[in-house]
């Protein structure tokens, strides 16, 4: 099951991190996403531990709509694989060339090699469904880092 977990870029700060937790956009197509609040056990002076309500801060973040991308449900050693991350993987098999490929929902998941051109010299395009390396993935792959971040990758 895929989680509904969002990222994008805050449009309110010089260095535009991410921020993470569920999207909204509102009539005129402005993004915002609404970080998590969260129930936790937390120890309270003089009564002991209790559930609180944890805010992290900022309910609502307004984004960068072009930045905005979706948790697809897979890992690599890094983490959290979200659209439009960087991944690269075959270092399990020793495989030449190591694949590099940019993860788009499409609306599958779909691994889109850079480096990789299939016999009319187009991206290689893998599909999570019938993805041969979908077992080990999570432990072969790493997560180069995304096309808003480092572009050159995709060269």
């Not at 002991?48 to 897979?74: M, S, Y």
Request: proline share 4%; with cysteine; glycine share 8%.
């Amino acid at each position: 099951m895929i989680t509904n977990k969002f990222r994008g870029k805050r449009a309110d700060t010089e260095n535009h991190e991410f921020v993470y937790g569920s999207l909204f956009i509102d009539k005129s197509g402005d993004c915002y996403i609404i970080k998590p609040i969260y129930w936790k056990r937390k120890y309270i002076a003089g009564i002991g531990k209790k559930w609180c309500l944890i805010d992290d801060g900022e309910e609502i973040v307004r984004v960068i709509p072009d930045t905005v991308g979706k948790f697809v449900g897979i890992y690599t050693k890094d983490g959290e694989v979200y659209e439009d991350d960087i991944v690269e993987w075959g270092h399990k098999y020793n495989e030449n060339p190591i694949r590099i490929a940019v993860v788009k929902l499409n609306p599958d998941i779909q691994l889109v090699c850079t480096n990789l051109k299939n016999l009319y010299g187009m991206p290689s395009v893998f599909r999570w469904g019938s993805f041969a390396y979908s077992e080990f993935f999570h432990e072969d792959a790493r997560t180069l880092g995304n096309k808003h971040d480092n572009p050159e990758l995709l060269k």
